[in-house]
Nanobody, 114 residues
């Protein structure tokens, strides 16, 4: 049974930082590209970043130079370091494969507000 468990969200002021984690179980983690997505209230879920099995990352334009995706295959975990956070980054953040292959986890709420 596949499980994706996101954590690390919270309330942060604009300009602040958070580090999200997603622990995966039930998959051969090292053989999967992994991605982060987010969903703001009233909006569709959108892609944020991908880390390939090679370790190379890709990002949506709005988070480039602010967010860093990484992975630890020994821990079956993918991370998202988010710096210089903006109000428009407020959303529930989820991890999955880039093609959204597995069932979604519960997500972790990120709120950027003063």
């Amino acid at each position: 049974q596949v499980q994706l468990v996101e954590s690390g969200g919270g309330l942060v002021q604009p300009g602040g930082s958070l580090r999200l984690s997603c622990a995966a179980s039930g998959i051969i983690f090292r053989l999967n590209d992994m991605a982060w997505f987010r969903q703001a209230p009233g909006k569709e879920r959108e892609y944020v970043a991908t880390i390939h099995i090679t370790g190379s990352p890709t990002y949506r334009d709005s988070v480039k130079d602010r967010f860093t995706i990484s992975r630890d295959n020994a821990k079956n975990t993918v991370y998202l370091q988010m710096n210089s956070l903006k109000a428009e980054d407020t959303a529930v953040y989820y991890c999955n494969t880039p093609n959204r292959f597995y069932s979604w986890g519960q997500g972790t709420q990120v709120t950027v507000s003063s």
